[in-house]
């Protein structure tokens, strides 16, 4: 049904992921590449001093991309004593060890990191996500709030996600 439709294959691939079909996945990400249908980057936007900031997974553009990683790690390595692992499901199984090392440089972390960096410990962090957060997003910037003491809510494409303390108001259940 509508061979040519991105979404059809988005929801597919979404599906085989899901359920840990990898090859599955693996199989329409290949078909997707060979029709030269392309997913557009992910993309998170925080306002930070009335100002509008863009993040995309990986992005090494921004004037402060040095101190938003170092900060970042340091995050990683906070949220990590509180239980994190990096929850590698939702890669493909022929992904590369630099798609595997993106999985920390998600644009919400990014974007998440740059806002901690650059407001002040009662100011609420409130970012737009162009496409539905990961789990192991969803899982980090639960982490990530705990840690900080800060409320943190995205606008992802299906929901408001509010973390505070350690929860999500979705209930995890995005």
Not at 71 to 78: I, T
Not at 80 to 94: C, F, S
Not at 108 to 124: H, I, Q, R, Y
Request: net charge positive; glycine share 6%; charged share 25%.
């Amino acid at each position: 049904m509508e061979p040519e439709k991105l979404s059809n294959y988005v929801v597919l691939l979404n599906i085989y992921n899901s359920c840990g079909k990898q090859k599955e996945a693996a199989s329409v990400f290949h078909t997707l590449k060979k029709k030269g249908l392309r997913m557009l980057p992910v993309c998170t936007w925080i306002d930070v001093k009335k100002q509008q900031h863009m993040f995309v997974s990986g992005d090494k553009k921004s004037k402060s991309h040095v101190e938003i990683v170092k900060n970042l790690k340091k995050l990683m390595l906070g949220i990590e004593k509180h239980g994190y692992v990096p929850k590698k499901n939702t890669l493909l199984p022929d992904v590369d060890e630099r798609e595997e090392q993106m999985l920390m440089f998600h644009s919400e972390k990014l974007a998440v990191s740059f806002g901690l960096m650059n407001t002040s410990d009662s100011t609420p962090l409130h970012l737009v996500q162009s496409h539905r957060i990961c789990d192991d997003c969803h899982l980090a910037v639960k982490l990530m709030a705990k840690l900080t003491g800060r409320v943190i809510v995205v606008r992802d494409a299906s929901r408001f996600h509010r973390f505070e303390n350690g929860k999500c108001s979705c209930g995890d259940y995005w």
